[in-house]
Antibody
């Protein structure tokens, strides 16, 4: 069965970087995009960007341009999202989600989420 | 401030039919398909409706979606206690080099 398993919770200081992983199984990793969505506590969902695991092509929300990097390691079917220059407002649960195509928001499988806490 | 507009809350009694609206613009709902997600407390969102009105395998037919112009709606008939959750609409937006956008979410309470 399709699964996306994310890395564990992180606590970071302001100004640091965090790298969250998302390991895919149960399907051909390079056949579907991976999107990243975050959710601050008690708040709504916020799209961060997408990555095509086959080509490595990416597209980021303007809000995160220059601070986010999405990469992958196809040999281990794992996608990564790195966010730099962390601030307290980045405290949130970060989700990876499998997508069908770039210009849709049809994400059929999601990771369990990774809590990133930014605190001094 | 979310790009798509949803009511913050909705409610109904078991067996009732409830609808949740989602309003957007020509750059998102007006030109792209709408998806709906259900999020139970403490869990990841789950795809509930895709391509405006399609249900993924396993989603009960009590859930239905529709779209007209720059608005969409989610209807839940035969409301059940387990339907109590947050519901989000989502669409691709063609502005700003393309981006995914969400509604602010609607908290559904089953009375």
């Amino acid at each position: 069965q399709v699964q996306l398993v994310q890395s564990g919770a992180e606590v970071k200081k302001p100004g640091a970087s965090v790298k969250v992983s998302c390991k895919a199984s149960g399907y051909t990793f390079t056949s579907y995009d991976i999107n990243w969505v975050r959710q601050a506590t008690g708040q709504g969902l916020e799209w961060m960007g997408w990555m095509n695991p086959n080509s490595g092509n990416t597209g980021y929300a303007q809000k995160f341009q220059g601070r986010v990097t999405m990469t992958r390691n196809t040999s281990i079917s794992t996608a990564y999202m790195e966010l730099s220059s962390l601030r307290s407002e980045d405290t949130a649960v970060y989700y990876c989600a499998r997508g069908f195509a770039v210009t849709t928001t049809t994400w059929d499988y999601w990771g369990q989420g990774t809590l990133v806490t930014v605190s001094s | 401030q979310s790009v798509l507009t949803q009511p913050p809350s909705a409610s109904g009694t078991p067996g009732q039919r409830v609808t949740i609206s989602c309003s957007g613009s020509s750059s998102n709902i007006g030109s792209n398909t709408v998806n709906w997600y259900q999020q139970l407390p403490g869990t990841a969102p789950k795809l509930l409706i895709y391509s405006n009105n399609q249900r993924p395998s396993g989603v009960p037919d009590r859930f239905s979606g529709s779209k007209s112009g720059t608005s969409a709606s989610l209807a839940i008939s035969g409301l059940q206690s387990e339907d109590e959750a947050d519901y989000y609409c989502a669409a691709w937006d063609d502005s700003l080099n393309g981006r995914g956008v969400f509604g602010g979410g609607t908290k559904l309470t089953v009375l």
